[in-house]
């Protein structure tokens, strides 16, 4: 039996040349409310964090562009660049999929950018840990308590 619970969707991950195009459909045609921005030349990455909802149900959009378009990873390309899954436990959904053959990103669990544990699923399987989701970039993010008690 999984030790662990997908609770629902955290975010969506959507790579652009330009913050600013993405920023006109996304706030200004859509009305997003914009709630954070992050930067590493490490990822390079640079997105502003946008947000859907209210409370525990809330879904962030997260509108990026990379630091330097000629480095990796490319955070412009594909243009859907990952999808964030709550998780109840990170540990043992981590545990549990390496042990069912799931690859992971380099990395590790580590603080993402909105404050919680993440860890990415490689978007490609290989000989040791072949299953993966067939081409997406797949994030699990801790979910915190009150996430957790509503979604749970």
Known sequence: MRPFKILGVQQIAV????KEKLKKFWVD???????GSFRSEKENVDEDILQMGKG???VEVDIMEPVDPNKSP????PKLNHIGLWVDDIHKAVEWLTAQ????TPGG??????????TFIHPKGNEEFPLSAEGVLV??????KEVIEALG
């Open 15 to 18: 790579g652009g040349d330009s």
């Open 29 to 35: 045609t859509l009305g997003l409310q914009n709630i």
């Open 56 to 58: 525990p149900y809330a």
């Open 74 to 77: 490319r955070v412009n390309d």
């Open 101 to 104: 053959g799931v690859r992971f």
């Open 109 to 118: 669990i580590r603080k993402g950018a909105g404050g919680h544990e993440v």
């Open 139 to 144: 994030e699990l993010v801790q979910a915190p």
